[in-house]
């Protein structure tokens, strides 16, 4: 497991640089320093790939689902074996703390090739008796060459969760990590080729999403485009790929409500809240960025959290006693103090935070911000309306169900909800009335991978996890055999 400084591409089994020869800065966002360079391939190099992934192709989609399981497996265990070495990359890569790397990002990527690589082996379709006149059969088929493309976030976890069903499926893949975060996609490519996967079976290319990336999508040997990322860039590619009829999976942005019942569990609820809200600095899909909280109960949560918020631990990414490192880019981080603005500008009071946090030291180049709070806001103004994605939060008092339901409800986006309440019957009708594709209801982030994930509206098209990615990532064709 090789990590170094000069990432490469991984095209039919090898590992090499951009036809242009041109590489891009990949920077450390804790130290604010550039630590490795990443390809800057274009569309000669998707090409290749595309033609390499096209040449494996036959082979893997036919060699039988027990050996693909076996390769898929292998992979997850070289991984596992190099826990640390990707930990530190992922960390290294995203200014996230180590401990969360180790905790969740990569034991998340080879817990996804293991799920898919043991699902596959267990997926049938389905048959339609017609009694005296027929039968009918379903068969389910690889598509052929698919295109995967990953964002900053969660690097290899969001990664493998496209390309792990693809290839237990049968597909070959031409995947795209996000240019900002390259460098466990790489280890993975060297995991693949310990493992012995086929060459051309997996190729990665690296570089910007509006080079690479739109190549990959406009590539008309590419049959579907797996795509996790902001909305905005999710319309351009839906653009491209929908007049080609590719099958497309959009998993997008989100702008997650998180209500809180005055009966609810307080101590879980307050524990899980400030993870809900900060976790990963606030830059996962699923943060639940809009906090309401029963009329009698906000001013003491108000307290409680933003004296909880207050002791976070802001810094060194290595140290286990960090709670927060840094956010992924000089870019993000303005881009998220430029909201923290906003929400001044349009009547937001700080409870705390609200600033870059300067860390002193080896760190003091690093794009830190100190976890925010904010209440006093309309619920429909643009900071309670547009993802800001990183370590801030807004909180608001209702006082019935029907308002906080409007409230809730009144973005572009539905991707994911939380409730907190102890009356179950109000949970299930809560749940029942929200505009989200997941509703976690006394929890967040607790995930079962058969389950179908994805959102609603401007959060996304289509569901990922469980069967719905092996049926997306295969053709149905109904044989019907006349008696
Ligand atoms: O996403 P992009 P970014 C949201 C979040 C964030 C915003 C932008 O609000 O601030 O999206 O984040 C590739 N054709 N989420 O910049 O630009 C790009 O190279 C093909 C939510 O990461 O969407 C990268 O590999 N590919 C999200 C990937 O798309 C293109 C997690 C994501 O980049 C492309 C991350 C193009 N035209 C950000 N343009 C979630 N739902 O979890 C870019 N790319």
Redesign the pocket.
Known sequence: MKFDKNIKNYIYGELENPLSASFIDNYNPALGQVYSQIPDSDERDVHRAVKAAQRAFPTWSTIGVEKRFRILMRVADIIEQNLETFALAESMDTGKPLSLARKVDIPRAHANLRFFATSIMHFSAESHNMEKEAINFTLRSPLGVVGC??????PLY?FTWKIAPALAAGNTVVA?????TPMTAYLLAQACIEAGLPPGVLNIVNG???KA??A??EHDDVKAIS????????R??ASIAAPKFKKLSL????KNPNIIYADCDFEKMMKTTLRSSFANQG???LCGSRIFVERHLYPIFKEEFVKRVQKLKIGDPNSPKTDQGAVVSKA?ME?VLGYIELAKKEGGRILCGGEQKKVKGKFENGYFIKPTVIEGLAHDCRTNQE?I?GPVVTIMPFSTDKEVIKYANSTEFGLSATVWTQDITKAHSIAEQLEAGIVWVNTWMTRDLRTPFGGTKNSGVGREGGLEALRFFTEAKNVCIQF
């Open positions: 493309i990953s964002p900053w976030n969660l969001l795209k990590p996000s240019e900002m910007f999403g509006h990336g739109q990959i999508v795509f996790t990322g902001g909305t905005k860039t999710g351009t590619i998993e997008l942005g989100g830059q996962i899909c993000h881009k993802e994605f």
